[in-house]
């Protein structure tokens, strides 16, 4: 049985000493055996461990987290990793409204060293020159609204859009979708 000292594992990872000393220590990873001189050695299922440990923390999960996935056997981890992916779509959205306003605040400072992020004006000048009528962009919203009711709600709030008028765009373009269900996709 092939077997790893704490360098040679903490390497093969890009991993310090210290951080497999700390999982040790906190029981997410200890070492399958010790040496008469007390140094660890990790077996082939403490490295499959540490790979699957990495995995996860390069999600962003805490610890504690990564710990509750590895140790339950009944649970593959999809709810603790639904969670994850939702925190990093508030993350996301939060970061959005933040690079409004940076954007805003250089816009006043009469700086034009930044492009202005997308915002619901400018997604309405797009659309109205590229030939869409107010008709065309209910519509569009409907048929977006039908396909992927929570894209159409990333994109709405990406625009800086509040959530309360997002949500009443959404309300407006489902009901015009059942009016009329979307189009089928046109062939190129």
Not at 47 to 59: A, G, K, N, Q
Not at 110 to 120: G, P, Q, Y
Not at 135 to 158: G, I, K, N, V, Y
């Amino acid at each position: 049985m092939n077997y790893y000292s704490i360098s040679q594992l903490a390497k093969s990872f890009g991993l310090s000493r210290s951080t497999l000393l700390y999982y040790d220590k906190i029981g997410l990873l200890c070492a399958t055996e010790r040496t008469l001189s007390g140094y660890r050695r990790y077996s082939q299922k403490d490295h499959d461990r540490l790979e699957r440990i990495c995995m996860f923390r390069s999600t962003g999960l805490p610890l504690a987290d990564v710990n509750k996935i590895l140790v339950s056997e009944t649970n593959s981890g999809t709810g603790v990793l639904e969670t994850r992916l939702q925190e990093l779509g508030d993350e996301i959205l939060a970061l959005r409204v933040q690079q409004q306003l940076i954007t805003a605040m250089l816009k006043n400072m009469n700086s034009d060293k930044f492009a202005s992020a997308m915002n619901k004006q400018t997604w309405i000048e797009m659309l109205k020159s590229a030939g869409m009528d107010e008709s065309a962009m209910q519509c569009w919203h409907a048929d977006f609204e039908a396909r992927s009711p929570q894209t159409h709600s990333d994109f709405l709030l990406s625009l800086g859009i509040s959530k309360e008028e997002a949500e009443k765009i959404q309300t407006w373009s489902r009901e015009l979708s059942r009016k009329s269900p979307p189009r089928k996709k046109d062939s190129i």
